[in-house]
T-cell receptor, first 113, second 113 residues
Framework: EAGVTQFPSHSVIEKGQTVTLRCDPI?????LYWYRRVMGKEIKFLLH????????ESGMPNNRFLAERTGGTYSTLKVQPAELEDSGVYFC???????????FGPGTRLTVL | GDSVTQMEGPVTLSEEAFLTINCTYT??????LFWYVQYPGEGLQLLLK?????DKGSNKGFEATYRKETTSFHLEKGSVQVSDSAVYFC????????????FGKGTKLSVIP
């Protein structure tokens, strides 16, 4: 069974540009989570989807971040326009149910110059 | 709000040494507690978990006991191997409708032959 995959693995962009990160969860997992780790800090929760609905988006830092999960399968996280402080590693995780183990992808390393 | 504090790294040990990574938490209610491990180039993997006070989670020779009186969940292993070199994250899930994970900063462990 394939695990959680994320694309791209690395992205380097300039301040003000737009970047879209993609996450493909494990097939059949209704719950999908986005997290972010800024250099030297904790991994922080961004939001939680149940199928295509946003269950909890309390961790989204501001309106420059837009997450979607059309059709309840893969998810995208768009940052527009990117700022320097958005640099970090973005992790996606999925689980079959909200209380189940969260399976993490390898992350996307975003660098904003 | 909820928080997790774990010992800062990096930690360097010789093979077969004893490992302890301290983790304490602050949370309302009765959270579930987790240790995740991230091997180089990979995503986070659940190492072990405990869902109630005095529970002991164990896996691959690692153990941690949920201590409510000291709000701690210290990770231990009696004899580390080179293959245990990784970053270890302590985390909690508050439950009660909130399924996001709250992480500590992570502790990088290097085991030398």
């Amino acid at each position: 069974e394939a695990g959680v995959t994320q694309f791209p693995s690395h992205s380097v962009i300039e301040k003000g540009q737009t970047v879209t990160l993609r996450c493909d969860p494990i097939s059949g997992h209704d719950n999908l989570y986005w997290y972010r780790r800024v250099m030297g800090k904790e991994i922080k929760f961004l939001l939680h989807f149940v199928k295509e609905s946003k269950q909890d988006e309390s961790g989204m830092p501001n309106n420059r971040f837009l997450a979607e999960r059309t059709g309840g399968t893969y998810s995208t996280l768009k940052v527009q326009p990117a700022e320097l402080e958005d640099s970090g590693v973005y992790f996606c995780a999925s689980s079959p149910g909200p209380r189940g183990e969260q399976f993490f992808g390898p992350g996307t390393r975003l660098t904003v110059l | 709000g909820d928080s997790v504090t774990q010992m800062e790294g990096p930690v360097t040990l010789s093979e077969e040494a004893f490992l302890t990574i301290n983790c304490t938490y602050t949370a309302t209610g009765y959270p579930s507690l987790f240790w995740y491990v991230q091997y180089p180039g990979e995503g986070l993997q659940l190492l072990l978990k405990a869902t109630k006070a005095d529970d002991k989670g164990s896996n691959k020779g690692f153990e941690a006991t949920y201590r409510k009186e000291t709000t701690s969940f210290h990770l231990e292993k009696g004899s580390v191997q080179v293959s245990d070199s990784a970053v270890y994250f302590c985390a909690l899930s508050a439950g009660a409708g909130s399924y996001q994970l709250t992480f500590g900063k992570g502790t990088k462990l290097s085991v030398i032959p």
